[in-house]
Structures are given as C-alpha cells and as structure tokens.
Nanobody
Framework: QVQLVESGGGLVQAGGSLRLSCAASGSLLRINTMGWYRQAPGKERELVADISSGGDTNYADSVKGRFTISRDNAKRMVYLQMNSLKPEDTAVYYC???????????????WGQGTQVTVAS
C-alpha cells in the first residue's frame, strides 16, 4: 500500500508564508512526477506546481514568483513553499505522485488526503 500524507496547512494573513510537506510511504520502486493541486470551494481542482524526478518544475501562472516546489528523492518528500499569500490562494491543497510500485506494473497516480490553506485578508 502506498500513502501520501500532507502537512503544513493552516491559517495565515495575506502576505504571509506557509510551507507544505508531503511524504510518500509504502512499498514502491520509483516516484516520477510529484506535485500539488488545489481546490477552492465551488471550483475545479487545478494544478499548482509539479516537479519531475530530475528536478524540472512547472507552475501555474497564478503562483509563479510566489511559490516554490522542491523534493527530496531520498526521503520521498515534496515541498511547497508559499510566499506572499493571497486570499485567492485559499483552498484544500492535495499532494500527488506518479508512482511505480512493481517492475511489471505501470506508474499510477496517488493522492494525499488534502490539507486546508486559508489566507485571511
């Protein structure tokens, strides 16, 4: 069984910072892309940022210059440093990983349970 567990969400004032962490655990061979999506009330889930196993990153236009994604492959972790937070960043943030579990299998997408980020104006 593979699990992704997020931590680091919370309530912050506009202009503040938060750091989200996500740890992958369980039996797996390799983690390809990891990243973060978010979903605000009444809106569809959207990609925030992702990072390849080699460190190539991709960001939503709305967070470029404010958020930084990073990962530690040895620890099976991905991080999201969020600076200059805005009320519109309020959402549930979900960690995901494209994970290969067995030699004979294909990579599958795994998701965390989500962590709430609330930015007060």
């Amino acid at each position: 069984q593979v699990q992704l567990v997020e931590s680091g969400g919370g309530l912050v004032q506009a202009g503040g910072s938060l750091r989200l962490s996500c740890a992958a655990s369980g039996s797996l061979l390799r983690i390809n892309t990891m990243g973060w999506y978010r979903q605000a009330p009444g809106k569809e889930r959207e990609l925030v940022a992702d990072i390849s196993s080699g460190g190539d990153t991709n960001y939503a236009d709305s967070v470029k210059g404010r958020f930084t994604i990073s990962r530690d492959n040895a620890k099976r972790m991905v991080y999201l440093q969020m600076n200059s937070l805005k009320p519109e960043d309020t959402a549930v943030y979900y960690c995901f990983g494209q994970i290969l579990r067995f030699v004979w299998s294909v990579p599958g997408d795994y998701w965390g349970q989500g962590t709430q980020v609330t930015v007060a104006s």
